[in-house]
Nanobody, 126 residues
Framework: QVQVVESGGGSVQAGGSLRLSCAVS????????VAWFRQTPGMERERVAA???????RFATSVQGRATFATDAAKNALFLNMNSLKPEDTAMYYC????????????????????WGQGTEVTVSS
């Protein structure tokens, strides 16, 4: 059984930083597509960042230069570090993992991912 658990969200002021954590059990984060999506009320989920092992990292234009990945192999966890946060970063952030063979391009659409966490809320105040 695959489980995805996010944590690390919170309320910060503009310019601040957060580290979002995605802990996965039942699948390896290093051998499958792992992505972060965010969603605001009334809007579709948009992909913020995607990761596959050490060779594939993609960031949305909106967070490019402000987001990086880190991993903890022992905990099978992927971290999304975000700095210089802006009010427009306010959203519910979801982690998801999808089985893909090595060398794959990770999907950009939420509907192409199977396993999701419950989300962690990020609020950035101006």
């Amino acid at each position: 059984q695959v489980q995805v658990v996010e944590s690390g969200g919170g309320s910060v002021q503009a310019g601040g930083s957060l580290r979002l954590s995605c802990a996965v059990s039942g699948m390896s984060i290093g051998q499958n597509c792992v992505a972060w999506f965010r969603q605001t009320p009334g809007m579709e989920r948009e992909r913020v960042a995607a990761y596959y092992g050490g060779y594939y990292q993609r960031f949305a234009t909106s967070v490019q230069g402000r987001a990086t990945f880190a991993t903890d192999a022992a905990k099978n966890a992927l971290f999304l570090n975000m700095n210089s946060l802006k009010p427009e970063d306010t959203a519910m952030y979801y982690c998801t993992i999808e089985p893909r063979p090595p060398g794959s391009v990770c999907p950009t659409r939420a509907r192409d991912y199977t396993y999701w966490g419950q989300g962690t809320e990020v609020t950035v105040s101006s």
